[in-house]
Protein backbone atom coordinates (compact mmCIF):
# COMPACT_ATOMS: atom_id res chain seq x y z
CA UNK A 1 0.00 0.00 0.00
CA UNK A 2 1.48 3.60 -0.71
CA UNK A 3 -0.80 5.36 1.84
CA UNK A 4 -3.50 6.49 -0.58
CA UNK A 5 -6.13 3.72 -0.44
CA UNK A 6 -9.18 3.36 -3.28
CA UNK A 7 -12.19 1.43 -2.85
CA UNK A 8 -13.61 0.32 -4.92
CA UNK A 9 -11.23 -1.55 -6.50
CA UNK A 10 -13.68 -2.56 -9.52
CA UNK A 11 -16.48 -1.06 -10.39
CA UNK A 12 -19.06 -2.06 -12.88
CA UNK A 13 -21.95 0.07 -13.65
CA UNK A 14 -24.77 0.60 -15.87
CA UNK A 15 -25.14 4.17 -17.39
CA UNK A 16 -28.43 4.79 -15.02
CA UNK A 17 -26.49 4.14 -12.17
CA UNK A 18 -25.10 5.96 -9.69
CA UNK A 19 -21.98 5.19 -7.74
CA UNK A 20 -19.00 6.88 -5.45
CA UNK A 21 -15.66 6.14 -5.68
CA UNK A 22 -13.33 6.70 -2.58
CA UNK A 23 -10.13 7.85 -1.89
CA UNK A 24 -8.51 8.36 1.39
CA UNK A 25 -4.58 9.62 2.79
CA UNK A 26 -3.08 8.84 5.69
CA UNK A 27 -0.03 11.03 4.79
CA UNK A 28 -1.10 13.97 6.44
CA UNK A 29 -0.83 15.57 2.41
CA UNK A 30 -2.74 18.50 1.93
CA UNK A 31 -3.74 18.35 -1.71
CA UNK A 32 -5.64 15.35 -3.58
CA UNK A 33 -6.06 14.83 -6.79
CA UNK A 34 -8.03 12.50 -8.98
CA UNK A 35 -6.93 11.09 -12.77
CA UNK A 36 -8.23 9.56 -15.65
CA UNK A 37 -5.75 7.20 -17.44
CA UNK A 38 -7.63 5.44 -20.38
CA UNK A 39 -5.95 2.76 -22.79
CA UNK A 40 -3.05 4.62 -25.04
CA UNK A 41 -3.50 7.68 -23.77
CA UNK A 42 -1.65 10.01 -21.63
CA UNK A 43 -2.43 10.48 -17.77
CA UNK A 44 -5.69 13.02 -17.66
CA UNK A 45 -5.83 15.31 -14.68
CA UNK A 46 -9.48 15.94 -13.45
CA UNK A 47 -9.65 17.70 -10.12
CA UNK A 48 -7.34 19.57 -7.83
CA UNK A 49 -8.09 20.08 -4.09
CA UNK A 50 -5.30 21.59 -1.78
CA UNK A 51 -7.27 22.11 1.91
CA UNK A 52 -10.63 20.89 0.43
CA UNK A 53 -11.04 23.82 -1.66
CA UNK A 54 -11.32 23.05 -5.54
CA UNK A 55 -8.42 24.67 -7.28
CA UNK A 56 -8.63 23.05 -10.54
CA UNK A 57 -11.31 21.33 -12.75
CA UNK A 58 -10.04 20.33 -16.27
CA UNK A 59 -12.74 20.63 -18.00
CA UNK A 60 -14.57 17.60 -16.71
CA UNK A 61 -18.20 16.85 -17.79
CA UNK A 62 -20.63 17.53 -15.29
CA UNK A 63 -21.57 13.48 -14.99
CA UNK A 64 -18.15 13.65 -13.40
CA UNK A 65 -18.83 15.57 -9.67
CA UNK A 66 -16.04 15.69 -6.93
CA UNK A 67 -16.15 16.27 -2.78
CA UNK A 68 -13.32 16.40 -0.70
CA UNK A 69 -15.42 16.84 2.96
CA UNK A 70 -11.84 17.01 4.84
CA UNK A 71 -8.06 16.70 3.34
CA UNK A 72 -7.54 13.40 4.34
CA UNK A 73 -11.06 12.14 2.00
CA UNK A 74 -11.85 12.47 -1.44
CA UNK A 75 -15.13 11.28 -3.47
CA UNK A 76 -15.50 10.95 -7.37
CA UNK A 77 -19.95 10.84 -7.49
CA UNK A 78 -21.07 9.13 -10.62
CA UNK A 79 -24.38 9.67 -12.45
CA UNK A 80 -25.13 9.11 -16.12
CA UNK A 81 -21.77 7.85 -17.37
CA UNK A 82 -20.93 6.89 -20.88
CA UNK A 83 -19.37 3.53 -22.09
CA UNK A 84 -16.33 5.62 -22.89
CA UNK A 85 -15.74 6.81 -19.21
CA UNK A 86 -14.64 3.32 -18.98
CA UNK A 87 -11.27 3.69 -17.31
CA UNK A 88 -8.88 3.33 -14.70
CA UNK A 89 -9.52 6.20 -11.83
CA UNK A 90 -6.13 7.16 -9.96
CA UNK A 91 -6.53 9.26 -6.91
CA UNK A 92 -3.05 10.96 -5.72
CA UNK A 93 -2.23 13.62 -3.02
CA UNK A 94 1.04 15.32 -1.96
CA UNK A 95 2.29 17.42 0.93
CA UNK A 96 1.34 20.75 -1.20
CA UNK A 97 0.83 22.29 -4.16
CA UNK A 98 4.58 22.19 -4.64
CA UNK A 99 4.16 18.60 -5.56
CA UNK A 100 6.44 16.96 -3.08
CA UNK A 101 5.85 13.66 -1.85
CA UNK A 102 3.36 13.09 -4.97
CA UNK A 103 1.64 9.32 -4.20
CA UNK A 104 -1.03 7.75 -6.28
CA UNK A 105 -2.96 5.33 -5.27
CA UNK A 106 -3.96 1.91 -6.93
CA UNK A 107 -6.78 3.34 -8.83
CA UNK A 108 -10.24 1.99 -9.35
CA UNK A 109 -10.75 0.00 -12.84
CA UNK A 110 -14.40 0.96 -14.15
CA UNK A 111 -16.78 -0.37 -16.77
CA UNK A 112 -19.63 1.36 -17.49
CA UNK A 113 -21.92 -1.28 -19.32
CA UNK B 1 0.31 23.81 -26.65
CA UNK B 2 2.64 22.42 -23.17
CA UNK B 3 3.43 18.85 -23.88
CA UNK B 4 5.16 16.11 -22.76
CA UNK B 5 6.42 13.13 -25.45
CA UNK B 6 7.63 10.39 -24.45
CA UNK B 7 9.85 7.55 -26.85
CA UNK B 8 10.05 5.13 -27.53
CA UNK B 9 5.93 4.07 -26.90
CA UNK B 10 6.48 0.37 -25.85
CA UNK B 11 10.42 -1.95 -26.06
CA UNK B 12 11.15 -5.44 -25.78
CA UNK B 13 14.24 -6.64 -24.36
CA UNK B 14 16.15 -9.42 -22.79
CA UNK B 15 18.01 -10.07 -19.24
CA UNK B 16 20.78 -7.99 -18.60
CA UNK B 17 20.04 -5.17 -21.37
CA UNK B 18 20.79 -2.07 -21.00
CA UNK B 19 17.31 0.23 -22.22
CA UNK B 20 17.15 4.20 -22.22
CA UNK B 21 14.09 5.69 -22.38
CA UNK B 22 13.31 9.32 -23.66
CA UNK B 23 11.44 12.11 -22.28
CA UNK B 24 10.82 15.45 -24.27
CA UNK B 25 8.86 18.14 -23.01
CA UNK B 26 7.32 21.72 -24.31
CA UNK B 27 6.25 23.21 -21.33
CA UNK B 28 5.88 26.53 -20.22
CA UNK B 29 6.89 27.90 -16.34
CA UNK B 30 9.06 24.47 -15.83
CA UNK B 31 9.91 23.74 -12.91
CA UNK B 32 10.79 19.93 -12.59
CA UNK B 33 10.33 16.67 -14.32
CA UNK B 34 9.79 13.33 -12.28
CA UNK B 35 9.55 9.70 -13.49
CA UNK B 36 7.23 6.92 -12.33
CA UNK B 37 7.09 3.24 -12.85
CA UNK B 38 3.59 1.88 -13.02
CA UNK B 39 3.03 -1.73 -12.37
CA UNK B 40 -0.67 -2.84 -12.38
CA UNK B 41 -1.65 0.00 -10.63
CA UNK B 42 -0.62 2.68 -8.84
CA UNK B 43 2.60 4.94 -10.27
CA UNK B 44 5.12 4.60 -8.17
CA UNK B 45 8.01 7.54 -7.76
CA UNK B 46 11.54 6.88 -9.23
CA UNK B 47 12.86 10.31 -9.83
CA UNK B 48 12.24 14.25 -9.82
CA UNK B 49 14.46 16.46 -11.70
CA UNK B 50 14.96 20.00 -11.47
CA UNK B 51 18.79 21.20 -12.28
CA UNK B 52 20.53 20.01 -15.75
CA UNK B 53 22.97 17.40 -15.82
CA UNK B 54 22.96 16.12 -12.12
CA UNK B 55 22.27 12.77 -12.46
CA UNK B 56 20.36 10.93 -10.28
CA UNK B 57 21.23 7.56 -9.18
CA UNK B 58 19.18 4.46 -7.47
CA UNK B 59 20.28 1.06 -7.62
CA UNK B 60 20.48 0.20 -11.53
CA UNK B 61 18.24 3.37 -12.65
CA UNK B 62 19.60 6.53 -13.32
CA UNK B 63 18.31 9.59 -14.81
CA UNK B 64 19.22 12.91 -16.12
CA UNK B 65 17.81 16.31 -17.18
CA UNK B 66 18.46 18.41 -20.17
CA UNK B 67 17.16 21.61 -20.02
CA UNK B 68 18.62 23.46 -22.64
CA UNK B 69 17.49 20.69 -25.45
CA UNK B 70 14.60 20.10 -22.96
CA UNK B 71 15.06 16.25 -22.25
CA UNK B 72 15.02 13.89 -19.96
CA UNK B 73 15.89 10.07 -20.03
CA UNK B 74 15.79 7.29 -17.83
CA UNK B 75 18.27 4.60 -17.66
CA UNK B 76 18.28 0.60 -17.06
CA UNK B 77 21.30 -0.70 -16.66
CA UNK B 78 20.94 -5.13 -16.14
CA UNK B 79 17.95 -5.12 -16.71
CA UNK B 80 15.73 -7.49 -14.73
CA UNK B 81 11.95 -8.61 -15.89
CA UNK B 82 10.82 -7.12 -12.55
CA UNK B 83 11.83 -3.98 -14.42
CA UNK B 84 8.96 -4.85 -16.50
CA UNK B 85 6.38 -1.93 -16.55
CA UNK B 86 4.78 1.76 -18.10
CA UNK B 87 7.70 4.06 -16.89
CA UNK B 88 5.64 7.40 -17.36
CA UNK B 89 7.55 11.13 -17.37
CA UNK B 90 5.79 13.94 -15.87
CA UNK B 91 6.23 17.84 -16.16
CA UNK B 92 5.55 20.15 -13.20
CA UNK B 93 5.20 23.67 -14.18
CA UNK B 94 5.34 26.50 -11.41
CA UNK B 95 1.94 26.79 -11.26
CA UNK B 96 1.68 23.02 -10.01
CA UNK B 97 0.09 21.93 -13.16
CA UNK B 98 1.20 18.44 -14.39
CA UNK B 99 1.70 16.87 -18.09
CA UNK B 100 1.77 13.70 -18.09
CA UNK B 101 3.77 11.96 -20.94
CA UNK B 102 1.70 8.80 -22.59
CA UNK B 103 4.72 6.65 -21.06
CA UNK B 104 6.95 3.78 -22.27
CA UNK B 105 6.01 0.51 -21.94
CA UNK B 106 8.97 -1.90 -21.40
CA UNK B 107 8.69 -5.90 -21.90
CA UNK B 108 11.66 -7.34 -20.17
CA UNK B 109 12.02 -10.89 -21.37
CA UNK B 110 13.58 -13.86 -19.64
Known amino acids: ETGVTQTPRHLVMGMTNKKSLKCEQHLGHNAMYWYKQSAKKPLELMFVYNFKEQTENNSVPSRFSPECPNSSHLFLHLHTLQPEDSALYLCASSQDMQGYGYTFGSGTRLTVV | ?110
Not at chain 2, 42 to 56: D, H, V, Y
Not at chain 2, 64 to 83: H, M, R, V, W
Request: hydrophobic fraction near 35%; include cysteine; charged fraction near 20%.
Open chain 2, 1 to 110: EDKVVQSPLSLVVHEGDTVTLNCSYEVTNFRSLLWYKQEKKAPTFLFMLTSSGIEKKSGRLSSILDKKELFSILNITATQTGDSAVYLCAVINNFNKFYFGSGTKLNVKP
